[in-house]
């Protein structure tokens, strides 16, 4: 305490400085953001037996388990905020993403199942497709009657979308789309539910019609007969195997010889074909029409910043909290040994990663809101949606990175 003057000449003491304290209540809140009750009913449901991995299954059987957990997570409405008001959803396409992020800490399997089935190939069908083809696949989507697959990845063409080697020809005569995997490079590869599980599938080739060909373009085909799960005519595939950590899910590869699809299966919101084959298009830039096409596909990255961001959490509380209860050693007392937290080299392992956690919470909030005002329509210009891309590719980036290494150190510092 610091002695002071005072106008008489007299001496008098300094305040002593308030302790500094957390407003924890406070901090809560804003760690929950915006979407704080949707978070806060997703966690619940998260912590219910019924979703959480068990450890030890086979692959079959976690198989099983994750699909039947799907049917529970519609049963208590959690994946279809996103999903038109008119067909059962909210529109609330920030919410979605921050509710369904929190399914990573039940089972990662789990979450990225249902990634596959209503953030890819649902958010594919709705975004890509017009008001008949919701109509006609939404419902279905969104109940789990059609489980499905987002097949664009090839084993040869994994980013670069643009390349792409699968083909839809238009055939005027019959009014029909003809799908080709034209070599084994083309395949569908890693196409998560494809191995067991999706009955139909948003596939994404090159259009051709009248010799010209328009680039990428998304087709709705299905796969499988829903009674006895066999590939339909023309249509091939093989099971991925074993995914590390994440069992439960059916990756596939998926490839298609004469495959005739019907000429209204194009999701045609940004390209269509006439049944004499005419092409039009709404945007006239092939190179403008593609990127904007694959802008609407966006959620997926959201969504796994977001999921990156609760690992890291999970992790961090987990060894944060076994430090803080940890002794070993004596380096202080002749009697009491020291927790681990209280060691500085501990802290400069946990301490910094957990900053940078809530960094990257935050920044998590931001790209959340940014998406929402998009797919909203609150702010949904060209600079807003290419705002948009970008940061979602940076911080999905960067959050994947930070919860790899803060997994790990988190794993050592529990011993």
């Given at each position: 305490m610091t002695a002071l003057s005072s106008p008489t000449g007299t001496r008098k003491q300094?305040?002593?400085a308030k302790p500094a304290r957390v407003?924890?209540?406070?901090?809560?809140?804003?760690?929950?953001?915006?979407?704080?009750?949707v978070r806060r009913q997703a966690r619940e449901l998260a912590s219910r037996p019924e979703v959480h991995k068990v450890e030890g299954l086979g692959s079959a059987e976690h198989r099983r388990r994750a699909f039947g957990q799907m049917t529970y997570l519609v049963e208590n409405k959690a994946v279809h905020?996103?999903?038109p008001t008119r067909l059962g959803g909210s529109d609330d396409h920030g919410g979605n993403v921050a509710g369904f992020q929190e399914l990573v800490t039940a089972d990662p399997s789990l979450q990225i199942k249902a990634g596959v089935q209503?953030?890819?190939?649902?958010?594919?069908?709705?975004h890509l497709g017009t008001e008949t083809h919701h109509d006609k696949w939404l419902p279905g989507i969104m109940s789990l009657e059609i489980p499905g697959c987002f097949a664009m990845t090839e084993t040869g063409h994994g980013s670069d979308v643009a390349s792409i080697a699968t083909t839809a020809t238009y055939?005027?005569?019959t009014e029909e789309f003809v799908l080709n995997t034209p070599f084994r490079a083309a395949w569908k590869d890693y196409i998560g539910n494809a191995a067991v599980d999706g009955l139909a599938a948003v596939v994404f080739a090159q259009l051709v019609t009248k010799g010209v060909n328009h680039g990428v373009h998304a087709f709705y085909v299905e796969l499988r007969d829903p009674v006895t799960k066999a590939f339909l005519p023309g249509i091939g595939g093989e099971d991925d195997g074993l995914k590390g950590g994440l069992n439960g899910i059916d990756n596939g590869r998926l490839h298609f010889t004469a495959v005739r699809v019907p000429?209204?299966?194009?999701?045609?919101?940004?390209?269509d074909v006439e049944p004499d084959g005419s092409y039009s298009s709404p945007i006239a830039s092939p190179g403008r029409r593609f990127f904007t096409m694959l802008g609407t596909l966006v959620q997926g990255r959201v969504s796994l910043d977001g999921a990156a961001v609760a690992a890291s959490k999970v992790a961090l509380k987990i060894a944060i909290q076994y430090a803080s209860e940890r002794r070993q050693f004596n380096a202080a007392s002749d009697t009491d040994e020291e927790v681990l937290l209280d060691y500085q080299r501990h802290q400069r392992r946990l301490l910094p990663r957990l900053a940078t956690t809530y960094a990257a919470n935050f920044a998590h909030e931001q790209l959340l809101e940014k998406f929402d005002d998009v797919f909203s329509g609150a702010h949904d210009t060209d600079a807003d949606r290419q705002d948009l891309e970008t940061l979602a590719a940076a911080l999905k980036s960067l959050s994947t990175w930070h919860a790899l290494d803060t997994l790990h150190e988190c794993l050592e510092d529990c011993g």
């Open positions: 300094a305040p002593s407003d924890v209540p406070a901090l809560e809140q804003a760690l929950l953001g915006k979407w704080a009750d905020r996103a999903f209503w953030g890819l190939f649902g958010s594919a069908v709705m055939d005027a005569a000429r209204r299966n194009l999701l045609n919101r940004y390209g």
